[in-house]
């Protein structure tokens, strides 16, 4: 018998309770693997030319993949949960290398134009908790190449979500609490730039006028937050009711500007249309980010990939741009 969506999250508990002390998990996960998944509605599936191939698994890391990002040579960077290293995979179907030890790279992760990475921490409970009222957390700048690291901005909440402006501007997100941070190019950080309650997944337009943000519980939904006007966010997109237990997660953006969202409880992966959510793709449960490739080779332009809890890393052709998806799959599935 195929066992039901709440056996196998309640199995996903189990798991990540004997690998890691539950209090550093963060909490939207420890729901999402306790409350019944079955209730999330399924958003209704997306507007699709032809029948796109079903996602393929690219890369699979030892650890819990919270985030990851692609440079312009199409190497994928991602951080790893529990072990707080980073990561590099060279191209679809390369061995994962420890770029890193241990340096508490458990949040988002952004390239930036100089080819550097930027990786958050301190995205555990404890820090998700407190990080509002005492922001102690880092940005870390990484060398993809010898992966020699240095702090590059403190003084934020516990960073879970990290996004990269056009001018540079890194804005940052605290699950757990309601600040957004913000570190301008000169180094001037700013702990609570804005607030959201619950803040997760984040994205900057492709413009820079707007910041994206997913809010994850309570009331999930999308957010606006104009940048010259951070005291007003604006909910943009608000979720079914039914969609309360579908815990979205990470955001990236496609090349018309629409929002991609992972989710964990639904399954499914959402796009943002006329004021609306549709489902791109389901069955991905426990998704954490999404990221599209770059350049010509490796994770090339144009393909949407998925991270996930279980270290799984799958290119989605549903999500794919149009270009890409007209050359078919770019991905190299692991035996």
């Not at 958003?43 to 079903?54: I, N, Q, S």
């Amino acid at each position: 018998m195929r066992p039901t969506r709440t056996r196998t999250f309640r199995t996903a508990l189990r798991r990540l309770r004997r690998r890691v002390p539950s209090a550093l998990v963060p909490a939207a996960v420890l729901a999402a693997a306790v409350l019944a998944p079955g209730a999330a509605h399924a958003a209704p599936a997306c507007p699709a030319t032809g029948e796109p191939a079903p996602p393929v698994q690219v890369a699979q890391l030892p650890d819990w993949v919270e985030s990851i990002a692609v440079d312009a040579r199409g190497r994928m960077f991602a951080t790893a949960y529990y072990t707080g290293r980073v990561y590099r995979i060279d191209a679809p179907g390369s061995a994962p290398v420890a770029l890193t030890g241990n340096i508490g790279a458990n949040g988002g992760i952004v390239v930036r134009e100089d080819g550097r990475l930027l990786v958050g921490t301190g995205n555990d409970l404890a820090h998700s908790l407190t990080g509002d009222l005492f922001p102690r957390s880092e940005l870390l700048l990484v060398d993809p190449e010898s992966g020699a690291v240095s702090t590059y901005a403190s003084g934020l909440g516990g960073i879970d979500g990290v996004a990269l402006a056009p001018d540079g501007t890194v804005y940052t997100t605290t699950l757990g609490g309601r600040n957004i941070g913000r570190v301008t190019p000169d180094g001037r950080v700013d702990p609570a730039w804005a607030r959201v309650s619950q803040p997760n997944g984040i994205a900057v337009s492709p413009d820079g006028t707007q910041v994206y943000v997913v809010q994850t519980t309570v009331a999930p939904g999308l957010y606006r937050i104009p940048v010259d006007d951070p005291g007003h966010p604006r909910r943009w997109i608000s979720t079914a009711p039914a969609d309360a237990l579908a815990l979205p997660d990470g955001l990236t953006l496609d090349g018309a500007g629409r929002p991609l969202v992972s989710t964990h409880a639904s399954g499914q992966i959402w796009r943002a249309e006329d004021g609306a959510l549709c489902a791109v793709t389901s069955g991905m449960h426990l998704s954490t980010q999404l990221t599209y490739g770059r350049g010509d080779t490796g994770f090339a332009a144009g393909r949407l990939y998925r991270a996930g809890i279980d270290g799984r890393i799958y290119e989605v052709p549903a999500g794919a741009e149009p270009s890409a998806a007209r050359t078919g799959s770019g991905g190299h599935p692991l035996e």
